[in-house]
């Protein structure tokens, strides 16, 4: 197919994700349900197919490199290595390559390219079920997650952010014919305006939700005209192999280098992504990962941009409810869901010290723990919910953090729920681990003023609502956060609490109970990560995510 | 006026810059000659008296802060101090200040903060003779070009941000219902999306073209939300003192606190900038000044974000005319405007060893050189010619580095024209100096191959254009370049040149010729600077320069 036809061919859904990244309305690209896949029952069984030939073979993709390497991929289902062997490439092969693949691409009509990235996400949409059991079996997401919020929820993502991409370069005039009078004279001018694509992008994934940050950050960089060098965690490799893979054969199939998208591949013990940061041909870097880790890129990336997401203390604010049981029940479900390995995860819930105004009387803060561990035990001891709900641990070491903290309290506060792992119905190995909730005062800040990463939540006792807003938002704006969440019947205080965080930068959930999980973000519609605190400088998908990847360039001549 | 009257009252203004900022046409909100000025003689009389009034005396300005300190502000036309005093505050008074005026105008409506600025910029047009007469007596720029390059233009400028700014943030939809089906359950969700300004703003201004580039940045910020402090060169405080009392009349007039734009005012001896840049509370930076402070700045201005815009290698390519007289004349108007000490003047004039083609013959370097030197001497020579277009020297300092390049070309090439100072017509003692023209080797890349501040040009021998082309490009992308101006009767060649630009990110204009000085930057229509090479990352006025000073933050309810 010619870029035009291909333009064509997507154009209706190009427009339609234009309109609803101004309405922010509800919508999709991609229905999001398994049974929905127009591939049917046949592609479900293709794909887990796929994913299992692929087990313990070289990963077919072309590219520099020579040596076929196994990164630290270990099903966190079977325990067992995935013992797939990739193309390693030296960071400056791979500059080589895009910088050879970019002239091309960069003077490619902004049409070609977002006809062939969009080509691109219905392709990814058509192997969803292999990327799912690739991300279930690195990442450890249940298979529904891997499927919808690593599959079709990050296509979206995807594309809102060449919709966003497409709308800026449109913006941009790309032609003037300018008179204006300088004394007696009138001169006229014939001036161009050129899309001038910064240059390579690197872009570094993390290893428990790697395509719901790299899809935007491929498509914003692809789109507006860069090469891209997609560098996987270590120990979750296998499905962004797949996506570079499907990148590489539909630009080829499109007349243009494979090499626009390139695969760095590391080991734990031999680590690539601070060479990639600091190549002197990076001009754009997309990091999602640790606070740490980004706080060195942000502060090391130039001349490079950075774009990062990194973590936070993502808060619930529990001030009053009519009726609590709902709200347990959200608050565990958020706690439960891919046992609160997601950026958006709350992880400090506050809880007046003179207990919680509901219908039914005050509940004290032991009595609201207390519930809240009865409420996640409702899923965590229930193999299947447990299974559908939390999947996996990812890391060995996220385990290992739960004991770390317990230590760390050392007496203090006390240990609500202890960790217990579920036996998983269909993978009797499988890492997994109950949420651990511990309750702590206001006080205790060492223990809850941090990321602690995984299931870890706290209650925290405080004086009153307004103190758990105050050091809530401090938090969110001083160590980072991504969201937030209030329970209250006041009307005033939910005011207060979203112009605190409006100002500290996390997006406030005020009141949400029932079916969705109260840390999803739809594509479309909600800003995920406002830039304005330590959780990240980058949102999706705003115009700042967009504005930096390509400038204009001008020229003038007499008409 | 009440905010909503403001916004009304300007409402077609505005519009209108957002067309011409789509439309790249020409446009100007106010007329840039002096006898077109609304309030007639008596405007530029009394402009002219309020200028002198303020000479030798405190400069009223509320504020925090109490010393009166004189800055080293002399006049290049009388060489005698201003001696204006200022209120003078340390950077942790400037900031208190400006935090404690933020949260009221962070929360104002952006149609308010949209009219009030507006209001702002009609009111320096209506002080622009006085605002002219400073610019003159400290940035040394002719009466003319201070009143329309430093007064009129670069207010365009200011409203251009203006307008790219209310535009973005009305891309940001205020709210959104969000309805979507979980299981069984149809979700509804009414969500509400806050403009959040990012915060305090540091502007720093050059010396010999501070309004050009801090109107800009000022309204962009201030227009998003962020509370503004101007830090001018210590030499050239007067015309941006005066700016900043209108922004502080305006705001008190509007209800606002006049500390949402403060002035920060530092001496050679003592500077300020970078505990400024440095200090826990900015968030944005604008710097304008040398590529050294620009580098510096971009590198440690993180966590707050920098826009930049420094200094680089210009260069013109001669490679064919048919006329050259014309060439000649241009070339020469643009090395003698403010005696070439503007961001966008030519220093670079490659010239074929083989001669330039045209339809008189071919006109070898050598002759080439000498012709161009007599095109200089003809406005250079001419007190009146020279005093409209030369202007003064801002600095002695300038007229030093001439000399020094002399001493570094060691016998090396040739001094083409020798600077020569003209007797100003009004000012007899004014620090005035003609442009330095030296000829040399490809080869001599330490000479040519930076930027050398001031009325300095190069005209380079080369082997022929296609080597021209390829030194001046890298040079861009390597060194900087803001401009680059090409002549060639072959329109391959040219379509080349602009291409190899577009690449290395300056702006080309093509066998321009005739009354518009060479590098005349239009608001609304020349992208200024393009942020892909080391000349600056900041482009007035593109997407990114407006995207970074406010986010999105978002709140959730069920609907």
Redesign the interface.
Known sequence: MTTEVLFEKHRGLLERAIVVC?????WTAFPDAPADHPGGEHARAEGEAEFRSQLGRVFDLEGPGALAVQTDEVSPYTLEPLGVSYRRAGADELFAAAQGAWPRW?DADPAARTGICLEICERLFRKNFTLAHAAMHTAGQSFGMSYAGSGTNALDRGIEAIAQAYS?MD???PQ?????R??T?E?K?A????L?P?GIAVVVACASFPAWNVYPALFASLVTGNPVIVKPHPTSVLQMALAVRICREVLTEAGFSPDLVGLAVDTVAEPITKQLVRHPLTRIVDFTGSAAFGSWV??NA??AIAYTETSGTNSVLVHSADDLQPVLRALAGSLCLFSAQMCTSPQNIYVPRGGISTADGTIGADEFADALASAIQAISTVPKRAAAVMGTVQSADTLRLQEELVELMDGRGRVVLKPAPYEHPAFPGARTGGPLLVQVDVGDHDLYGQERFGPIAFVIECDDAEQALEQASRDAREHGAITAFAYSSDDSY?DRV?EA???A????????????PLNFS?AY???HV???N?AGNA?LT???F???RF????????A
Chains 1, 2 share one sequence.
């Open positions: 101004g309405s922010r309305e509800s960069r800026a913006r941009v005039a003037a014919e300018w008179t204006r300088f004394g004279t001169v001018l001036k161009r305006y050129r001038a910064r942000e502060a130039f001349p939910l979203e965080y409006a100002v930068g996390a997006a406030v959930s005020s009141n949400i109970t029932g079916p969705m739809a519609s909600d800003y406002t830039g304005l330590p949102s705003d115009d700042s967009i504005a930096g400038r204009v360039t001008q020229s003038r001549r007499l």
